[in-house]
């Protein structure tokens, strides 16, 4: 005689199993496919990073007067430089949500961060585009208050 009692009891820890491997399974998909997507998003992000520098090759002789001489920047220069500075922010803005949401590391975010503060930020003219107060009511409040917070902490006028 069949025990179905033991046959049901071995058919709920098989099933039991299958449910353990396929949630497991599951896990290892998720890691993998966050995995992409952090892949992803980084790969995005330096793929910015050269458009910007094919950019800034781009207008190099905009460039080269903003860091010598911006007090000779004609009105089409300084319009260049500006969209320049507005692309360059708006591209980090989206670095600080990705880094916000978890899609890129500490250490990516962080590098985009020393680029603003301690070399973007301290190029001249660029506090007084910031100044305007124009790109500041397209950000998003917290990138602009971080950005506010940069400009404050890496202010070259500052006394010691």
Do not use: C
Request: aromatic share 12%; glycine share 6%; proline share 3%.
């Amino acid at each position: 005689m069949i025990d179905w009692d033991a046959v049901g009891a071995i058919g709920q820890l098989i099933g039991a199993l299958g449910v353990i491997v396929s949630i497991g399974y599951l896990a290892m998909q998720i890691r993998r496919n966050t995995d992409a997507v952090q892949g992803s998003t980084v790969q995005a992000i330096f793929e910015t990073h050269q458009f910007e520098l094919r950019w800034a090759s781009d207008i190099a002789d905009v460039n080269l007067k903003v860091r010598t001489d911006p007090g000779t920047l004609t009105a089409v220069e300084r319009e260049r430089a500006y969209v320049f500075f507005v692309a360059v922010v708006m591209a980090r803005q989206n670095e600080f949500f990705q880094y916000r949401r978890g899609l890129i590391d500490d250490e990516v975010w962080r590098a985009s961060e020393r680029f603003l503060a301690r070399g973007f930020l301290q190029l001249p003219h660029v506090r007084d585009f910031w100044s305007d107060g124009f790109l500041r009511q397209v950000l998003q409040p917290e990138f602009a208050a971080l950005m506010d917070g940069l400009f404050e902490r890496h202010d070259p006028n500052a006394t010691p």
